[in-house]
């Protein structure tokens, strides 16, 4: 069965660092791109960042550009979000995603439980 | 960035109707759009890609249609089990913006 399974989320004060990680199971992690969505308490989806399985290029929403930084251990089968300069914003359940191929562009087939991050002092 | 528009916002319906949830993309999206359900604490789960193309495993009770802009998600016979959130994601470009999501009640 095809599973992904966030941690590292937690409460954490204005301005801190937070690593997610997103540990895959079931398939060949390596050959499909990868995304993170957040959701805000109450409020709706929003795509925060996608890395490819390919050359590795990533892609940010602007919300999180030059905050947050993505990235995947193939041998690990592994997807991690390192996350800087939070705020309270950011908080929000994390989900990791895998796409249904290797663009960027694409839908989400598989989705993770969700980790929870909350910024507050 | 590519908005995407969902009405309404909240539905409330009978086990048996016809709920019909639409989309609107502010640019053309071709058919690079997917539908998914929300269950309270749950994670989404994916009902349609390609604006119309089914999932695996999901009922065919759910149907969806549209090309460009404008897209819809309609159950045909509603069930006890299809009350939660439906989101539409355009995947036109790397941003893969969704809609503010509808609310279904049973």
């Known amino acids: 069965e095809e599973q992904l399974l966030e941690s590292g989320g937690g409460l954490i004060q204005p301005g801190g660092s937070l690593r997610l990680s997103c540990a895959a199971s079931?398939?060949?992690?390596?050959?499909?791109?990868m995304t993170w969505v957040r959701q805000a308490p109450g409020k709706g989806l929003e795509w925060v960042s996608v890395?490819?399985?390919?050359?590795?290029?990533?892609y940010y929403a602007d919300s999180v550009k030059g905050r947050f930084t993505i990235s995947r251990d193939d041998s690990k089968n592994t997807l991690y979000l390192q996350m800087y300069s939070l705020r309270s914003e950011d908080t929000a359940v994390y989900y990791c995603?895998?796409?249904?191929?290797?663009?960027?562009?694409?839908?989400?087939?598989?989705w993770g439980q969700g980790t929870m991050v909350t910024v507050s002092s | 960035d590519i908005q995407m528009t969902q009405s309404p916002s909240t539905l409330s319906a009978s086990i048996g109707d016809r709920v019909t949830i639409t989309c609107r993309a502010s640019?053309?999206?071709?058919?690079?759009l997917a539908w998914y359900q929300q269950k309270p604490g749950r994670a989404p789960k994916l009902l349609i890609y390609?604006?119309?193309t089914l999932e695996s495993g999901v009922p065919s009770r759910f149907s969806g249609s549209g090309f460009g802009t404008e897209f819809t998600l309609t159950i045909s016979s509603l069930q006890p089990d299809d009350f939660g959130t439906y989101y539409c994601?355009?995947?036109?470009?790397?941003?893969?913006?969704f809609g503010q999501g509808t609310n279904l009640e049973i």
């Open positions: 995603a895998k796409h249904r191929g290797g663009s960027p562009t694409d839908f989400f087939d598989i």
């Open positions: 079931g398939f060949t992690f390596g050959i499909y791109a």
């Open positions: 890395i490819l399985n390919s050359d590795y290029r990533t």
């Open positions: 640019q053309s999206i071709s058919s690079w």
């Open positions: 390609k604006a119309s």
């Open positions: 994601q355009q995947y036109h470009s790397y941003s893969n913006t």
